[in-house]
């Protein structure tokens, strides 16, 4: 999943400013499992608008949709009826529906609600993890299930550094040096031979490197 | 004299318009019994009945002071004690994180609290709620009040 953090209050209110109403728009996926931009974090955020309006003196109207995927067209189409009535739009989904609803209303402001994070998972309730960078050529298979990219400070290939100390990372000591990890992992899985391998020199064209990336199937097309 | 101020200056006669939240298996019970005893309660109280106070969303307290109440109180079975195993200690935290949300805009943390209670302590809940009372006297009308 995509996690994201909502964002700081006051920048939320100084976006919308000048509108008298506006659309609040949450996620149903992602962001609601992370209870980051999902229906009842825009219901919050509405409420916290609409408070801070009124503690100035003045009025704000708002209207709250949330839908089941802000990153597909079918999905953000919804929201018509309501955009139409608003000055504009704050998408509480991660930065890929944000950009969804902004070029599907290229007439209204579309303001992020959120801070996209990262890709990860709920570690245990109220806590998520970073878990993948989206590299475009994965290496689980040789790394015992573990990153060494989203979870590696140092993203090494043929870790660990000398900083990893008691399984900590020396960048933060919080963290567990992943590389530690793999080890243990590859160990209990019997693979340790798989440590032994050399990762060449790594091409980084198939990651955020070689410009914004493209995903065609003509077999799925119409 | 702006219309907060004037309220405030009379916090004689300011009755604080207080929504408390209480769970059917205690504070509600203790509430009835309370009744039946003829305690007395604090004036300006409006009890809503809910069946764990775990089911009490955010967005519940954020509206309640929307619509006009200067203080929110969740009024939950003791820890360890809630039908649900943890309803009431998600309140406990939901009323930490309210207390932020009215950080943000400026507005008084305690307007938002939360007490424990059994069914059989209507005395206690008698003092949770006049305590309640008073905190919210102490900091005056709701500055959204004020502004409806
Ligand atoms: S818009 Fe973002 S948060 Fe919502 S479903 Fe798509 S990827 Fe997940
Ligand atoms: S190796 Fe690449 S694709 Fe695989 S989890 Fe890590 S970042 Fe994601």
């Given amino acids: 999943m995509i996690t994201a953090v909502r964002k700081p209050l006051n920048e939320i209110i100084e976006m919308v400013a000048p509108c008298e109403k506006i659309l609040v728009t949450g996620c149903g996926t992602c962001v609601t499992i992370d209870y980051s931009g999902g229906a009842k974090e825009a219901a919050i955020l509405a409420s916290q608008l609409r408070i801070a309006r009124r503690l100035g003196g003045k009025k704000l109207e708002t209207l709250e949709q949330t839908v089941e995927r802000q990153c597909e067209w079918e999905f953000v189409k919804e929201f018509t009826d309501h955009a139409a009535e608003c000055q504009a739009i704050i998408s509480m989904a991660c930065g890929a529906g944000i950009q969804t609803v902004a070029a599907a209303f290229p007439d209204k402001p579309v303001f992020p609600g959120v801070n996209t994070r990262f890709i990860g998972m709920p570690q245990k309730q109220g806590v998520w993890e970073e878990r993948c960078i989206c590299c475009g050529n994965c290496v689980l298979h040789l790394t015992g299930g573990l990153c060494p990219f989203a979870r590696c400070a140092k993203t090494l290939l043929n870790g660990p550094c000398e900083g990893s100390q008691d399984g900590k990372c020396e960048v933060n000591r919080e963290l567990d040096c992943v590389w530690q990890q793999i080890y243990d992992s590859l160990k209990e899985r019997g693979r340790l031979a798989d440590l032994q391998k050399i990762f060449p020199l790594r091409d980084w064209s198939t990651g955020e490197d070689g410009g914004y990336r493209i995903t065609v199937r003509e077999d799925m097309m119409l | ?148």
């Fill in chain 2, 1 to 148: 004299m702006s219309d907060q101020e004037s309220l405030g200056k009379e916090s004689d006669d300011f009755c604080p318009r207080i929504v408390a939240f209480c769970c059917q298996r205690s504070a509600y019970r203790a509430a009835d019994l309370a009744g039946e005893m003829h305690l007395g309660f604090p004036e300006g109280l409006d009890i809503i009945q809910v069946p764990c106070t775990g089911r009490v969303d955010l967005v519940y307290l954020l509206r309640s002071l929307e619509e006009g109440a200067d203080g929110v109180l969740i009024l939950a079975c003791f820890e360890d004690n809630c039908k649900y195993i943890s309803g009431n200690i998600r309140a406990r935290r939901r009323v930490e994180y309210a207390r932020k949300l009215l950080k943000e805009l400026g507005l008084e943390e305690k307007r938002v609290a939360i007490g424990n209670l059994a069914s059989n302590t209507p005395h206690r809940f008698v003092e949770l709620t006049q305590a309640m009372r008073e905190e919210i006297k102490k900091l005056g009308p709701s500055p959204l009040r004020a502004k409806q």
